[in-house]
């Protein structure tokens, strides 16, 4: 089994998607990213193997956002978080429970 998720992450309309899967042998995930976005799949390669502990490491000692870092233009971009996301539930650190950013339009 794996854990796969879709995340649209706005105005640059790169649709990612991200599957995440445990392997046999220890605590190891393989990670693939499917996107249009060159900076996406650049990050796909990057990270193409995690451990159970990256789940758990700071933004600044991440693999993931370390990577995120040297691969993507935008610091906002959603994909990283949601590969973290996918990875806790594939590791059943977390249950699968939608994420989202919504802007609210003031009606002043």
């Known amino acids: 089994m794996a854990t796969k ?3 649209n992450p706005g105005a640059c ?3 990612a998607t991200v599957v995440v899967k445990k392997k046999e042998e220890d605590d190891k995930f393989s990670v693939t ?3 249009e976005c060159p900076m996406g799949s ?3 390669t990057e990270i193409a193997e995690l451990a159970m502990g990256d789940v758990f490491k700071s933004f600044l000692n991440n693999p993931v956002y370390r990577k995120a870092a040297a691969c993507l233009k935008h610091a906002a971009c959603p994909v990283p978080s949601g590969i973290l996301k996918a990875l806790e539930v594939e590791a059943g650190l977390n249950v699968k429970k939608e994420v989202s950013i919504t802007f609210v339009v003031d009606e002043e």
């Open 13 to 15: 309309g790169f649709t």
């Open 33 to 35: 990213i499917t996107t």
């Open 42 to 44: 650049k990050l796909g």
């Open 5 to 7: 998720v879709i995340i």
